[in-house]
């Protein structure tokens, strides 16, 4: 690791783990088929400014994200790498900025190579890199607006101070409008107290404003756009999907405030042994400028999330470019004092989570089988097998070799990563990745003149897959309730009480395609209310009924 260049062993994993799966399993729902869909509308809309669901409003997000996807199925097509490829090349970006910043902050190769490897190696961030959706690219616009400010107060010429300053500007902005304002707090949230510190803060006055503009400059545009079209936008984004969300009792996701607190340690698995290990070092330097600087990045963020009522797993995912950079440093350290003790721990706590892994697994597949008898689904646990069996030998590598294949516990994410999805049992690809049932009879769905769906997820998978963003809703409306109160969105929705009369005209038109989610009580009555006949075809809990036309 030392003789060997670092950087291109990074680009051929990210690209053998990252990369090269992006095609190899449907879309999950609920996010993914609501991303592909949105960006795809804006591709054949011709609309950028305003996101529109299936047609419908959809103002829970700003438009930056969605542009990066639908940039992505522009250049390599409407498929799932498409889909996907966004969020791969923000994860990408944003381990080039790991490395960077380490090489700044330390200028040990070693060093750098360790908090790159690190960071593409946390579970959560691995986990995220091949998903469709907007928190990677989120990240990556935190991540470049703190590295940014490290090169602002860092810098050595006034060129290169302006120049951090105004990228800075530019990452909070893309920032704004990937997901919002959390874009712009978080940056001041670690600047002020650190300056303060240093006794910098007239650096702060006279350097901010640079920053203020260049973010004002690029925003402009198209907030003033999306108020042109859409006047009641900014009132909703504002009170709905922040305040609201932040501080309402009945805020989505609520959980308690602790809830950060494990999900941290899930998040930088393989490596969450080193955890007290970084803590307590990153407490005792805590004086040095570099390690305040990345503790208030790491802490301040996470103390913040924790204040908010609803909360979910992945805002946590600006912390984590810190945390790896302080691991990193602590684990080259240990490395170069001779101290195995922590990495062998780190190593046997993994060894022994991959065979309790692989034991449960056997014990259900003997007693209550997860996977069936046929050929595609023993090729499925054949994947899941190879993950637990080069996870465990990696992270025994590391137990036994500490010294020296420190670095194998990131070969085992890699693998889990890129093969897991692939090997999920047909009890949960059936379920959850709806679009590859769709695909299976895309040809007679093509022939249809209508469509309904009582899911969004599953009705966002048929969008997607037939380009048709016009499917009505039958007994659902989830995260389209505000959109559908619109005027011209309202006969979208479909009860128990009409779909019967609806479906009867629409006949009248053209065949029908109704794909039904049906697991629950509710479902199997919305399900008693269809008219018989049709060809009828179910996988899962998934059921498509296509109607022929009737006069």
């Not at 381990?95 to 946390?122: E, G």
């Not at 307590?280 to 330097?285: A, F």
């Not at 794909?515 to 269809?530: D, F, K, P, Y």
């Amino acid at each position: 690791m030392t003789r060997l260049n670092p950087l291109p062993w990074l680009l051929l994993g990210f690209a053998v783990f990252f990369l090269l799966p992006l095609g190899l399993h449907g879309l999950w729902t609920p996010d993914e088929t609501r991303y592909a869909q949105v960006s795809q509308e804006m591709l054949m809309s011709g609309n950028w400014v305003a996101p529109h669901f299936m047609g419908v409003r959809y103002f829970e997000k700003p438009a930056a994200g969605y542009w990066l996807i639908a940039l992505g199925q522009a250049v390599f097509g409407e498929n799932l790498f498409g889909v996907r490829i966004a969020s791969v090349l923000s994860t990408g970006v944003s381990v080039l900025l790991a490395y960077l910043l380490a090489r700044r902050l330390w200028n040990d190769p070693r060093k750098s190579f360790a908090c790159a490897l690190l960071y593409m190696s946390f579970g959560l961030v691995a986990g995220q890199a091949g998903y469709s959706n907007l928190d990677p690219q989120f990240t990556l616009w935190v991540n470049l607006s703190l590295v940014a400010l490290w090169f602002a107060l860092d810098s050595r010429t006034p060129r290169e101070r302006l120049g951090a300053w105004a990228v800075l500007g530019l990452a909070c902005a893309m920032g704004f409008m990937t997901k919002g304002f959390l874009a712009w707090l978080l940056p001041v949230l670690i600047a002020v107290p650190y300056l303060l510190w240093q006794r910098r803060v007239g650096e702060l006055m006279r350097y901010g404003p640079l920053a203020v503009l260049v973010a004002v400059l690029v925003c402009l545009p198209w907030a003033l756009a999306i108020h042109l079209r859409e006047p009641d936008y900014w009132h909703f984004f504002f009170w709905h999907e922040h305040i609201r969300r932040f501080a309402a009792d009945n805020a989505q996701h609520a959980r308690p405030m602790w809830f950060f607190l494990p999900i941290m340690v899930v998040a930088c698995l393989p490596w969450a042994a080193l955890l007290p290990t970084t803590l307590r070092k990153t407490w005792q330097e805590k004086r040095q400028p570099t390690i305040a600087f990345l503790a208030l990045w790491l802490l301040l963020p996470l103390g913040f999330f924790s204040l908010s009522k609803g909360k979910l797993p992945t805002y946590i995912m600006p912390c984590l470019l810190p945390l790896a950079l302080l691991m990193g440093h602590g684990l080259i350290d240990l490395i170069k004092q001779g101290k195995a003790r922590t990495i062998v721990i780190n190593g046997a706590v993994n060894f022994t989570l991959g065979m309790v892994a692989m034991v449960v697994l056997i014990y259900l597949q003997i007693t209550d089988p997860l996977y069936g008898n046929s050929h595609a689904e023993m090729f499925s646990l054949s994947l899941v097998f190879i993950v637990l069996l080069g996870w465990i030998l990696a992270n025994l590598l590391q137990a036994v070799r500490p010294m020296t294949l420190w670095a194998m516990p990131a070969l085992g994410i890699g693998l889990l990563v890129a093969l897991l999805p692939a090997g999920m049992p047909a009890l949960i690809a059936d379920n959850e990745m709806p679009d590859q049932f769709v695909l299976e009879h895309l040809e007679e769905l093509q022939q249809t003149q209508a469509l309904l769906s009582n899911e969004l997820g599953a009705a966002s998978a048929l969008s997607w897959r037939l380009r048709r963003p016009q499917v009505a809703f039958y007994s659902t409306v989830g995260e389209l309730r505000y959109g559908l109160h619109y005027q011209d969105s309202a006969h979208r929705k479909i009860t128990l009480d009409n779909v019967q009369a609806w479906l009867a005209e629409a006949r009248q038109q053209g065949s029908v395609g109704v794909l039904m989610r049906v697991r629950s009580t509710s479902e199997h009555r919305e399900e008693g209310q269809l008219p018989p006949g049709g060809k009828r075809y179910r996988k899962g809990n998934l059921v498509l009924t296509i109607y022929p036309r009737q006069p």
